[in-house]
């Protein structure tokens, strides 16, 4: 995320929607723009491979999320409510 916005590459974009954000830091959320960035949660893929992502730490930088589902490789049923059933749980993770 550093790399993208120090070398400029998200400059003057109307929208960017940044999928997963796995490993990006809080100091990294804090480049990015509320009113022009959505991230996107894959809760489901993420759980299989074990590196869930922090909603919460999206919601605390005031950064707009969405829930979705990914692709058939990671989750068979690409099912968003099954993917909403995660999100309800990721607290308790």
Request: aromatic share 10%; charged share 20%; hydrophobic share 45%.
């Amino acid at each position: 995320m550093t790399w993208l916005v120090t070398a400029g590459l998200l400059d003057d974009l109307p929208a960017t929607v940044f999928a997963h954000c796995i490993y990006v830091s809080r100091d990294e959320l804090a480049l990015l723009d509320p009113a022009r960035d959505c991230l996107v949660f894959c809760p489901h893929s993420q759980l299989v491979f074990g590196f869930p992502a922090d909603p919460l730490a999206w919601s605390e930088g005031d950064l707009r999320w969405a829930t979705a589902t990914d692709c058939s490789p990671s989750i068979d049923s690409m099912n968003l409510q099954k993917e909403l059933r995660y999100l309800a749980g990721q607290r308790t993770m």
